[in-house]
Nanobody, 122 residues
Framework: QVQLVESGGGLVQAGGSLRLSCAAS????????MAWIRQAPGKEREFLGT????????GYPDSVLGRFTISRDNDRETAYLQMNSLKPEDTAVYYC???????????????WGQGTQVTVSS
């Protein structure tokens, strides 16, 4: 079993930055693809990208391309989502997810964290 815990969310002004962390336990992070997904209230979930044992991450949608960066620190068994130049439309619950298989579809990931809220004010 893999357990994932997100942290680092909060309230930030437009144009600011946040770094979300996803700490893994139960099995070595290196053996899993790690993905970030977000969901705003009343909207569909949006896949933000995935990363294997080594970068770079792939699958960034146009909505975050050039502003968000996914990375991982295998020694600390932690994945990260660095978010820069934040916009109000980035407001959402952000989840990390893990699976043994590569996929760009969020519904194919087996293990999920509890999510962390990110709110961007104007």
């Amino acid at each position: 079993q893999v357990q994932l815990v997100e942290s680092g969310g909060g309230l930030v002004q437009a144009g600011g930055s946040l770094r979300l962390s996803c700490a893994a336990s139960g099995r070595a992070l290196n053996t899993y693809w790690m993905a970030w997904i977000r969901q705003a209230p009343g909207k569909e979930r949006e896949f933000l990208g995935t990363i294997g044992w080594s970068g770079p991450a792939v699958g960034y949608p146009d909505s975050v391309l050039g502003r968000f960066t996914i990375s991982r620190d295998n020694d600390r068994e932690t994945a990260y989502l660095q978010m820069n130049s934040l916009k109000p439309e980035d407001t959402a619950v952000y989840y990390c997810a893990a699976d043994v298989r590569f996929s760009k579809s969020f519904d194919e990931y087996e293990f999920w964290g509890q999510g962390t809220q990110v709110t961007v004010s104007s």
